[in-house]
């Protein structure tokens, strides 16, 4: 069965510091692969895609994530947090033709000062 | 460029009751798809409608139906209550492109149903 799996329920980090939110995927074929952000109470932001060509794509918020077929990963970071960056975040993917989305359950992220 | 839009807001209403939620998608988007988000149970995929007609369908029962307008304007109706409905449910738009499939979907804000 098809499923995305984000590890991370909650993760902490410190205003300034590095964040690597992780995501991995199982799917029959590579999949179209998406992040999004929901702050609380709204609805889902799309932070950046991945379709195909370059496996390392950048979004907006200076996130990046990069594509890692041998991992089935997509990974998103970001080099230095702000605390506006507090939220919940979504891995989704979709498949060519399918066009439904099957998204991860979300990782919560707290800035700390 | 205006955003995906939903009304109400927020709804309550009882057991057994129905609900109606609206979407209005991005302007030049085809296709809508309704999302429903309830505690601990994440985001999961309830329909998707393109060019009028209902393309796929998630794990629902069928009291979840839904329409889309011409305008291509959408309704999510909900029969028969049940106070398991109560979650945030969320539409998308997205374009076709030119290769019959759908590009990225563009969220709402969401309708907060609550079921008492």
């Known amino acids: 069965a098809q499923s995305v799996t984000q590890p991370d329920i909650h993760i902490t980090v410190s205003e300034g510091a590095s964040l690597e939110l992780r995501c991995n995927y199982s799917y029959g074929a590579t999949p179209y692969l998406f992040w999004y952000v929901q702050s609380p109470g709204q609805g889902l932001q799309l932070l950046l895609k991945y379709f195909s060509g370059d496996t390392l794509v950048q979004g907006i918020k200076g996130f990046e994530a990069e594509f890692k077929r041998s991992q089935s990963s997509f990974n998103l970071r970001k080099p230095s947090v702000h605390w506006s960056d507090a939220a919940e975040y979504f891995c989704a993917v979709g498949l060519f033709g399918n066009e439904k989305l099957t998204f991860g359950t979300g990782t919560r992220l707290t800035i700390i000062p | 460029e205006a955003g995906v839009t939903q009304s109400p807001t927020h709804l309550i209403k009882t057991r057994g009751q129905q609900a109606t939620l609206r979407c209005s998608p991005i302007?030049?988007?085809?296709?809508v798809y309704w999302y429903q988000q309830a505690l601990g149970l994440g985001l999961q995929f309830l329909l998707w409608?393109?060019?009028?007609?209902?393309?796929n369908r998630g794990n629902f029962p069928p009291r979840f139906s839904g329409r889309q307008f011409p305008n291509y304007s959408s309704e999510l109706n909900v029969n028969a209550l049940e106070l398991e409905d109560s979650a945030l449910y969320l539409c998308a738009s997205s374009l076709l492109t030119a290769g019959g499939t759908t590009d990225t979907q563009y969220f709402g804000p969401g309708t907060r149903l609550t079921v008492l």
């Open positions: 302007s030049g988007h085809t296709s």
């Open positions: 409608y393109d060019e009028g007609e209902e393309r």
